[in-house]
């Protein structure tokens, strides 16, 4: 099975803004891009190593390199297995508090990647853990890894440095100094000391630089096996099924149609952003947990399409009734469409001589006319002897210049409302609406009334 990653970075899996799928993908490229830069830095040791031995059995070329005062001083003092290695560079500012040496920035390991359901994991065993004493100190030892990785390539850069020095490094919070005196030391720092939970007896930070030893990064082991992670990515995608990949990408591509969506609204529903925005914060609850709930999602998902619906309607109406006359013509047909859209019946401006009536004619009778040219296609084309006169009277009856002056097809129904103010029951009576509503169709006619009466001086 291959897998071809498009437009995926080889940085950390982004755990907030991107899918799950997308993290184990980003994952299989940061172990390649970890592994790389492993085997790189391995080769530049070995290299180092191989000019070094064949250095030693020269006899004729030595060269001896010039050392300032401060590194030469060092240098004197330190035995063979205890120099400095592993240095990224000095610190500008800060100094040893015993010795007054530069601090130098120690080179460690890159942080270890993860993507969210590792992390759910993760916060799951601690919680397990429970809250005794054995579980503090589990828990500690767990999270103790990469300080104890951290504090090896400290005492590798740093081999006279002392716990305090790496605290004013790793974790500034954790070194008061002292602003009441203006003091300085003999190498012109600012006097000071632990914060108080670094002074409790045998705590996690003591207890890990007591058992740490200088090791610089490249020798100790890894944080982050590359090659172990990229294979249980690849076990993880291996065992999902089609729908579950499918389900794994829910998030991206709900997202993508409320963004379509969004894009293709029109002015006219001014209350579509608010629909919109419901709709996104619904989507933003739904993509939270790892665990997605198909429910939501299918909410959502007949939510959006009722919507797209009617934005798909009103963009239709507006491209059908449409004439581009000018900016009162556009407010005009946006004021009808929505009438429309809301109403069952709305009354045309300015009548079927209007600009909008004739374009609703010319619809019904461009319609006419190809219903005509599909129902009459087949046999007009015949040149047969039989059938002929058929195809010719059909094509008088039917013909496309008659079809100008009937626009509109044969009303299957024919409906009136007759409204009236007439005095009843005498002429003097005080005149009242009258309404009479009649429906003639092929087979019966119906008609009903609604008449008032004036009953104060019958």
Known sequence: MYFFCFRVGAGFPDCVRTCLLHQKLQMINCCIARKKAREEVERKVQGMDINADSSGDSEEDEFFECLNEDEGAQSRHQLLWNRPVGRLAKHPTLRLVQTGEPLYLPVTQDPVPKTEDQLEEDAQVMMQLGTDKNASEMRARLMSASLLSDMESFK????????????????????????????????????????PRMLIPNNPWASTWTSAQPVPAYRQKRLFDDTREAEKVI???T??????????????????????????????????????????S??????????????????????????????????SLHLKLSDN????????LQAFVVQLMRGKEVSVPNGPRGALGNRISKMFSDAQKAAHTSSTGGSGSG?????????????????PRSM???????????EFVLRAMAPRPSPTSIAQPQRLYVSLDKDNIRMAGAFSEDTIFY
């Open 404 to 414: 100008a002056f009937k626009p509109f097809p044969a009303p299957t129904c024919k």
């Open 325 to 332: 006359e000018g900016d009162a013509q556009d407010k005009e």
């Open 282 to 315: 619904r989507l933003q609850f739904a993509t939270k947990p790892i665990q997605q709930k198909l429910q939501l999602y299918e909410d959502i998902i007949r939510d959006m399409e009722s919507v797209e619906t009617l934005v798909a309607q009103m963009n």
């Open 156 to 195: 590798a850069a740093n081999p006279s440095a002392q716990l305090e020095d790496f605290i004013r490094w790793y974790s500034p919070r954790d070194w008061i100094e002292d602003s009441e005196s203006n003091d300085k030391d003999e190498w012109g720092q600012t006097p000071g000391k632990l914060s």
């Open 235 to 237: 076990h993880f995608l």
């Open 239 to 280: 065992n999902k099924r089609l729908g579950q990949v499918g389900q794994l990408l829910l998030p991206v591509l709900t997202h993508a149609a409320l963004v379509a969506l969004h894009e293709k609204k029109t002015s006219s529903l001014q209350g579509l952003p608010d629909v919109l925005q419901a709709i996104h």
């Open 383 to 399: 040149g047969g002897s039989g059938g002929g006169g058929n195809s010719s009277d059909s094509d008088a009856m039917y013909d």
